[in-house]
């Protein structure tokens, strides 16, 4: 359906408010004319009832006086003869009816009311009062008083308002053919007077459709009044304008699309590097307050989006200081920001903070300030709780390795020089070179086996030969390349009911077997049978086997048992047992590289069971 175009919609709605306004103006003036008229006619008819009520209330003073009510019944048939007279009525001072008369077709007849009927009286006896029927409007009530000295009775008159209601219909019936002339002649004089404009429009409208069509290209004007050629004309000359302007722009567009795409690229990259980064990155904008924290942060400190987003520098910093220790808090970000000392300004200083709580992490901290328009410095977070913990251990690692073998050298340094500048009897010389020969022995022991710890953390199992071993042969010749003690009895073990086989290096698992069992009978030295033994159990889908070494010794507190793995520790505080404190150390290296368990369950004074549990092979 082809839309109407305006100028000819707006024929029809020029007529229609042309002929609201009319309608309105008539309406209005009918309404004045109507209220002038009919408060003349009523006032009118107000006036001629005073003047017929007061005149009965003159005349029938004399006959009330006498109780003649055959001439009062006379005075009122008579005055039924004016018009509009609808009912007359006389009454005494209190209400009683005495004649009462009425207009009726034919002939107008006296009313005979019950004896004793009385009417509501008037307040005052001073004036007359009109009363108009509000619900009808067809009738009004006048009374007067029958004053002799004193008020004798009351004259009521009940007067018909039909004259107004005749010129109220008389007035709407001209307003509505006055009315009815005025829209046809109106709308007609509005179509002639319009014609020819909407014409010209529509010649201004065709050649705006032509135009828009036209993708730029020139038009020849279409006929019309001069003031719509100009129009045309401007029409014409400015679609060419903007025609050139949008080529113009759509190449802008185009070419700021690229660079948006390129920036949104970019964009994705850096948020997927911010992402992905384990590093912690903390952006502030131009007012000082945080507009970005990136999940690695919130991961370092425990810390929530909504908790730090929006925080200002030393909000900031007093929350990330109340997370660290006493003795590593956070300086804040006005300090890390500020001044180095040679008076430049600060692009790559750190500081190093400790969290508390159970994140415990070591973070190291530095600032950079930024040119953008939208970032003004940012804080990088960077988790060296690993790096530190292995200072740490390295630290104490060396302090105890030279601590350990500093004892033996200084027996082997002590007695060697003595041997040198002393003479001694064969006996005394045989003791003596004894406990340089056990001293080296120890020396050595703690050496290989330090060599052995560092070779397995480097090569995490590279230069292991690993393949299919059976459990029960691994252990048999574990216990037989074991020697016990002198005075000890060998190693009491069970027997497989069936092979289990698993994938193992054999000479690791036998060196784990091995220091099993040395721990078991140094720890156990008041004797007593150590016993290994086998089970079995599901680890996940997973089968293992467990190798059991237990023994009967002095066992181990909760707290010893919290750090038996840790590297030289040993339970024994006497000094009295030998050993190096590596040897559960290693174990649990071997074991781990073979993806299996350590288990050990201790009580002091009755003994240690320590479990190996290695996945089983199918075969």
């Known amino acids: 359906m082809t839309r109407r175009w305006l100028p000819r919609r707006m024929q029809p709605q020029l007529m229609l408010l042309i002929s609201v306004i009319l309608l309105i103006v008539i309406a209005a003036h ?70 009462h008369v009425r207009r009726a077709e034919g002939k107008n007849k006296i009313i005979i009311d019950a004896p004793g009927t009385r009417l509501s009286l008037p307040q005052s006896a001073d004036s007359t009062f009109i009363v108009t ?49 005025s829209i046809v002649f109106g709308s007609l004089l509005l179509f002639l007077a319009l014609r020819r404009p909407v014409r010209a429009l529509e010649h201004a409208r065709n050649f ?100 730090v ?64 328009s939208s970032v003004s410095q940012i804080l990088y977070f960077r988790d060296i709780t690993y790096e530190s913990e292995v200072d740490r251990m390295k630290s104490e690692f060396l302090s105890t390795a030279a601590h350990e073998l ?45 060599l052995d710890l560092a070779r397995i953390e480097a090569r995490r199992g590279k230069d ?11 252990v048999e010749q574990s216990i037989r390349g074991f020697r016990p003690p002198p005075d000890r009895l060998a190693p009491v073990c069970e027997r497989l009911e069936s092979a289990m086989w698993i994938q193992a290096d054999a000479g690791k698992i036998q060196q784990v077997i091995t220091n099993l069992l040395a721990n078991a009978y140094k720890y156990s030295p008041g004797g007593g049978v150590v016993h290994i033994g086998y089970s079995s159990r599901k680890n ?16 181990m507190s909760p707290e010893q048992l919290a750090r038996v793995f840790e590297r030289f520790y040993r339970a024994d505080v006497s000094g009295k047992i030998p050993g190096t404190g590596l040897g559960m150390s290693i174990v649990k290296e071997i074991v781990d590289i073979h993806h299996g368990i350590v288990e050990i369950a201790s009580d002091l004074g ?5 479990t190996v549990w290695l996945p089983t092979l199918t075969l």
């Not at 009738?139 to 009351?154: K, Q, S």
């Not at 795409?261 to 997927?272: P, S, Y």
């Not at 292991?464 to 691994?474: M, N, Q, R, S």
């Open 30 to 99: 009918s309404g004045f004319n109507q209220h002038q008229q009919v408060t003349t006619a009523q006032r009118s008819i107000e006036n001629q009832a005073n003047a017929l009520v007061k005149n009965l209330a003159v005349s029938v003073a004399k006959p009330l006086v006498l109780g003649s009510l055959d001439e009062l019944d006379n005075f009122l048939l008579r005055s039924l003869d004016f018009p509009d007279v609808l009912e007359l009525l006389i009454t005494d001072a209190e209400g009683r009816i005495l004649s």
């Open 133 to 181: 029927d509000e619900e009808f409007g067809s009738h009004m009530d006048v009374w007067a008083p029958v004053v002799v000295g004193d008020t004798l009775g009351w004259v009521h008159g009940d007067f018909s308002t039909a004259a107004l209601d005749t010129i109220r219909q008389q007035i709407i019936v001209t307003t509505v053919v006055s009315a009815c002339v």
């Open 208 to 307: 705006a459709v032509a135009l828009d069509q036209s993708e730029g290209n020139s038009l020849s004007v279409m006929p019309a009044p001069v003031e719509i050629e100009d129009l045309q004309q401007a029409l014409h000359n400015a679609s060419l304008r903007l025609h050139h302007q949008r080529q113009e722009l759509a190449n802008i567009i185009e070419e700021l699309q690229g660079k948006e795409a390129v920036v949104r690229d970019r964009n994705a990259q850096l948020d997927a590097i911010f992402t992905l980064s384990p590093d912690g990155f903390i952006s502030f904008d131009h007012s000082g307050r945080i507009q970005y924290a990136n999940h690695a942060f919130l991961h370092m400190t425990g810390l929530r989006q909504e908790s």
């Open 309 to 372: 987003f929006g925080q200002c520098e030393a909000e900031f910093s007093t929350l990330l200081a109340d997370l660290c220790l006493p003795s590593a808090r956070f300086c804040g970000v006005s300090a890390l920001s500020d001044m180095s000392p040679n008076g430049s300004a600060v692009e790559g200083r750190r500081v190093t903070i400790e969290l508390l709580g159970p994140m415990k992490r070591v973070l190291q901290v530095g600032a950079r300030q930024s040119r953008s």
């Open 406 to 450: 500093r004892t033996p050298m200084a027996s082997i340094y002590g007695y060697s020089e003595l041997l040198v500048h002393e003479s001694y009897d064969e006996a005394t010389r045989k003791e003596l070179l004894e406990t340089i020969h056990r001293q080296s022995e120890l020396m050595a022991s703690i050496i290989n086996e330090l």
């Open 464 to 474: 292991f030969d690993i393949k299919p071993v059976e459990v029960d042969a691994l």
């Open 540 to 555: 996940g889908t997973q089968s293992m086997v467990g190798i059991t070494v237990a023994d009967q010794g002095m066992g």
């Open 606 to 610: 009755t003994g240690t069971q320590v």
